[in-house]
Nanobody, 122 residues
């Protein structure tokens, strides 16, 4: 019933920018904390950023702090992340996640999208 669909991924050069979107349906979006995670081959799934249900509290991974900005538009049931100054380290599959509570780890989120690929290379 709950569906999350990511979009906006692609290939960019180092220093470039991308904006990812996550369209949510099938649940009370405004009452859920939402987050972006990413996972590169052979690496652990990493929390990129979380925005809590009120929309005013955010948490970022140290690796993206100052470069990424997470936001939500509750009226549109959509989650965003603006990613600037991208580096090859940012290359990964990016996933949108939602949970009534949430937390710092992937296992703290129960609903997931299929992911959108971000590739940063020369």
């Amino acid at each position: 019933q709950v569906q999350l669909v990511e979009s906006g991924g692609g290939s960019v050069q180092p220093g470039g920018s991308l904006r990812l979107s996550c369209a949510a349906s099938g649940y009370a979006y405004q009452y859920y904390s939402m987050a972006w995670f990413r996972q590169a081959p052979g690496k652990e799934r990493e929390r990129v950023a979380t925005i809590y249900n009120g929309g005013s509290s955010t948490v970022y991974a140290d690796s993206v702090k100052g470069r990424f900005t997470i936001a939500r538009d509750n009226g549109k049931n959509t989650l965003y992340v603006q990613m600037n100054s991208l580096t090859p380290e940012d290359t990964a599959m990016y996933y949108c996640a939602a949970d009534p509570n949430g937390g710092p780890r992937a296992r703290d989120f129960t609903y997931w999208g299929q992911g959108t690929q971000v590739t940063v290379s020369s």
